[in-house]
């Protein structure tokens, strides 16, 4: 490919970004839920609408991969580069529950441009991945002809359900699926208008507990005192899960944390960090004080966390002056490299029992652990994605690290020997994924589709 080809693929694309726009709009009409309870017609007229998108963008070979059971996942290619590397892109089409409806200032299925900004459930996470990559692609083939490299695009239905089916799908059609590198984009960058690129995924380790010293309730007045309280009991078996500032003290957690190398720390050590703006993404109140906010990226990113997503032994509704039977929690570990997520799990299942006061009853069920992902930030790939975010947007990317987990990134790289994954997205702090007022800034989601296509450019170049 020669150097103008890429450019004259963006200038199609800003020419027609309004279409392109529309095709975005067209998909986050589509309530594509793909939970359980919700109707799942909506889901398949979306497999659908994505198939038909990626076939007029000029990808072959389109199938619908159906599942054993669940939601089917899109497949198209186009591989008529030769001997050029095969680029792998991964998005999805099913979103979230909308919440709360009310808190909405535009419904979440009626896609509304505001400031700048396209609102929707999906326009982030990831209609906006899914019409990013057909946008690049038809960008390319209308401008050119042809594409700089062989490209094969999945378009997954069940990633907001845990990707169920990736794995089996993946191992019935290896051939399929394989490829040499894997551009994922279900990530979010670092601030609008600041092009990231994310290098790593921490896993997590879920737990439920419950603990019991009832078969029944009691009334706290008549038997308060000889009786063990649960929901007391269950309280300091948590509150020891971390010490006064936040920092896990779980034992033998830390052990097997990786250290930063010192270029990670150097490039860590460049994002700029101002506490009003952390404090007002984060929607903290004013009398919160963080915890070990001098390193809240490293926090966040490259150390482990623990978390009490959810906290039970009665409700509001039912307060009563009892003594509650039982009282239940789930709670959640972050891992990072190199934890391994069995061991962790070992080791929070045999502290809560150790840490269980007064005799009561304790049962631990664990959830199946998702593990972390890392990408080596000095890999000339590496590079050439950081290259192409820079020509997309105009301005050097920043290396970021993402503090939740994507199950489906270990899955797709493990299931491809390994294969290579360069993880950017088409959000941003503001872009409240899978809360009320989803968006994205059109702006960033037009240099995203720019930089997809310098990224394609690029791989064509790179050698070996």
Same mark, same amino acid.
């Given at each position: ?12 694309? @800003?020419?027609? !970004? ?7 709009k ?18 398949? #007229?979306c ?38 590397p *095969?680029?792998?892109?991964?998005a ?12 909405w ?21 990831? #209609?906006?991945?899914?019409?990013m990559?057909?946008a ?15 490209v ?19 191992k019935?059609n290896?051939?399929?699926?394989? =490829? ?24 997590i380790?879920?737990? *439920?507990?419950?603990v ?30 971390? @010490?006064?500032?936040? #920092?896990? +003290? ?16 150097e ?14 993404? +984060?929607?903290?109140?004013?009398? =919160?004080?963080?915890?070990?906010? #001098?390193t =809240? ?8 966390s ?9 409700s509001?509704?039912? =307060? ?18 190199d934890m391994?997520?069995?061991? *962790? ?9 150790n840490?269980?006061?007064w005799?009561?009853?304790? *049962? ?37 690290? +993402? ?12 299931? !491809? ?5 360069l ?8 872009? +409240? ?13 037009q ?18």
């Amino acid at each position: 490919m020669t150097d103008n080809f890429p450019a004259r693929a963006c200038t199609y694309l @800003d020419n027609h !970004l309004s279409h392109y726009v529309e095709n975005l709009k067209n998909l986050i009409r589509i309530p594509s839920i793909s939970f359980p309870g919700f109707d799942s017609e909506p889901v398949k #007229k979306c497999a659908e609408a994505v198939m038909n998108l990626l076939k007029k963008s000029g990808l072959q070979d389109m199938q619908l991969l159906e599942a054993e059971s669940g939601y089917p996942t899109v497949f198209g290619q186009w591989m008529n580069a030769g001997n050029k590397p *095969t680029i792998l892109l991964y998005a999805h089409y099913d979103v979230q529950p909308p919440g709360k409806e009310a808190s909405w200032k535009s419904p979440p299925f009626e896609p509304e441009e505001r400031n700048g900004r396209l609102y929707g459930r999906g326009s982030a996470d990831d #209609k906006g991945g899914v019409v990013m990559h057909a946008a690049a692609v038809r960008s390319f083939l209308e401008s050119v002809g042809t594409l700089p490299v062989n490209v094969k695009v999945v378009i997954e239905g069940e990633e907001e359900i845990g990707s169920r089916n990736l794995d089996s799908l993946l191992k019935r059609n290896p051939d399929l699926f394989q =490829a040499d590198v894997i551009c994922i984009a279900d990530s979010e960058n670092f601030d609008s208008t600041v092009p990231s690129l994310t290098a790593s995924l921490r896993g997590i380790v879920t737990v *439920t507990v419950e603990v019991r010293s009832l078969r029944s309730s009691l009334h706290s007045g008549t038997w308060g005192g000889p009786i063990p309280d649960p929901a007391l009991a269950l309280a300091k078996m948590i509150a020891g899960l971390v @010490d006064a500032d936040g #920092k896990p +003290a779980l034992p033998g957690m830390m052990n097997r944390v990786r250290p930063l190398s010192s270029y990670e720390r150097e490039e860590l050590e460049k994002l700029p960090f101002e506490e009003s703006v952390f404090r007002k993404q +984060a929607g903290l109140v004013e009398s =919160a004080r963080m915890t070990r906010k #001098k390193t =809240a990226y490293e926090n966040m990113w490259h150390l482990p966390s623990i978390a009490i997503n959810a906290l039970e032994a009665s409700s509001r509704k039912q =307060a009563a002056n009892i003594i509650n039977d039982a009282a239940w929690a789930r709670i959640g570990i972050r891992i990072v490299p190199d934890m391994d997520p069995e061991e *962790t799990l070992q080791q929070l299942k045999q502290y809560l029992v150790n840490q269980a006061p007064w005799g009561v009853q304790v *049962t631990i069920e664990p959830e199946t652990p998702a593990g972390w992902w890392k990408m080596n930030i000095e890999d000339p790939l590496f590079q050439v994605g950081l290259n192409a975010l820079e020509q997309g947007y105009g301005r050097k990317p920043v290396i970021i690290g +993402a503090g939740g987990s994507i199950p489906f990134v270990k899955t797709i790289t493990t299931a !491809l020997g390994n294969a290579p994954a360069l993880l950017f997205g088409v959000g941003d702090p503001y872009s +409240a994924q899978h809360s009320e007022n989803e968006s994205i800034l059109i702006s960033d989601w037009q240099k995203g589709c720019r930089s997809l296509m310098y990224l394609l450019d690029g791989l064509s170049r790179l050698d070996g």
